[in-house]
């Protein structure tokens, strides 16, 4: 537990933060891991472990106090979410979590009307409902002035079409935030979004997506045809689109990855008993200067990257954060998760290559880092420009 608890870092938690913490920590790893090797083999997802969650107050914790959330401080979930990666096994389930948390209920939280937050966040707060995002598109990853689905204003409310890919929490999704370009509207002004529900006719949801990794998150198409919402079902105003988007991804690149540094503290860890436990040629692998020098850089890895997190977290709190922080914290923290698994199975050699040992899997669900909420690449567009570069 020493790498969890970030060695001798000292971040002034208070001791409701801390007590939080340890429930969090007892709890996913009492109650989240059950089956994993099965679930990850038939891509299922555990709508057990989600409700679990909310009961413990996961995906309440950005939500306000009024709406059933508990209204947590930034720091207070960056420590959260970074105990829960360290204690639960289930990354999918992890990624299914954030892609909610940041995606869906911060921009609920900010640009919605009294009705839709009423009507949405106590739900999502206590685990009755499950939001999933539609932006992406099969040609418009990361470009969203491309995009085709498009809303028409018809009477008193819009017909949306159009489909969205690569959509997280989709095929058990009760609601769906959904961007679209507004016909007569052009550039920024037409690009908005809207609250579907899933009963809405003319929304469905395609074949579950068969993933390398994050299996236990499930994934699908979003398909919008002649699918008409009221003009309440607007999220924030005609053309405020890219505004949520931007809102959300500053706060899913910032934190969506928390749970990633309790992941890497968990490697860290495992990786110092098994060397220690693991004999070859009559020593222990830890005294192989080569071993032991990997060991050592994860733990460089990870206290950085700790101290980066929680430093965005501080920041955000204050509202001193910027797009160009959450970038530089996502590309951080996602290069570091993929090189810890590496590491991970490295130290462990052929048994780190074995199903049962779970160790494969780390690697396979870690890869997504690199490519969700935009890829490396991105990110480091990102930063270039805001370096004027």
């Known amino acids: 537990m020493r790498s969890l608890l970030g060695g001798h870092m000292q971040f002034d938690w208070s001791a409701e933060q801390l007590a939080y913490r340890d429930s969090v920590r007892d709890f996913a790893a009492r109650e989240l891991d059950d089956k994993l090797v099965e ?31 508990s209204g947590a401080s930034p720091t207070t979930i960056a420590l959260a979410m970074e105990t829960l990666g360290y204690s639960c096994r289930d990354n999918g389930l992890l990624f299914s979590l954030g892609a909610q948390m940041w995606s869906c209920e911060t921009a609920i939280i900010r ?107 499930p994934m699908s ?6 699918c ?52 070859q040629f009559g020593q222990p692998i830890s005294q192989f200067q080569a ?23 501080r920041q955000k709190e204050r509202g001193h954060s910027s797009g160009a922080d959450s970038a530089v914290l996502k590309l951080t923290l996602s290069e570091m998760l993929v090189q810890s698994s590496m590491d991970l199975l490295a130290v462990h050699g052929a048994l780190g290559y074995t199903v049962e040992q779970g160790i494969e899997r780390e690697v396979r669900d870690a890869l997504a880092s690199r490519i969700y909420s935009g890829t490396s690449d991105i990110q480091r567009n990102i930063i270039a420009r805001r370096m004027g570069l």
């Open 39 to 69: 679930r990850d083999a038939a891509s299922a997802f555990s709508v057990d472990a989600w409700r679990k969650c909310a009961e413990i107050g996961i995906q309440g914790l950005p939500i306000p106090q009024e709406y059933g959330g």
């Open 111 to 217: 640009f919605g009307s009294e009705g839709q937050r009423a009507r949405y966040l106590p739900g999502l707060a206590d685990g009755s409902l499950i939001a999933a995002h539609g932006m992406s598109e099969a040609s418009t990853g990361s470009d969203a002035f491309a995009m085709s689905t498009t809303a028409t204003p018809d009477g008193d409310g819009y017909v949306l079409n159009g489909t969205k890919v690569w959509s997280t929490n989709a095929p058990v999704a009760d609601v769906f935030v959904v961007f679209a370009a507004v016909k007569g509207r052009t550039g920024l002004a037409a690009l908005s979004a809207f609250l579907v529900d899933r009963d809405t006719a003319g929304i469905e949801t395609g074949p579950l997506v068969e993933k390398m990794g994050l299996r236990t998150s």
């Open 221 to 226: 198409d979003v398909i919008l045809d002649n």
């Open 228 to 279: 008409r919402v009221p003009a309440p079902a607007m999220l924030g105003t005609p053309g405020s689109g890219m505004a949520i988007f931007n809102s959300s991804m500053e706060w899913e690149r910032g934190l969506i990855l928390a749970t990633a540094v309790g992941t890497a503290a968990r490697h860290l860890d495992e990786c110092v008993s098994y060397a220690k436990q693991r004999t």
């Open 291 to 313: 071993v032991a020098h990997r060991i050592v850089d994860m733990r460089v890895r990870l206290d950085a990257a700790r101290l980066m997190l929680h430093e965005f977290a």
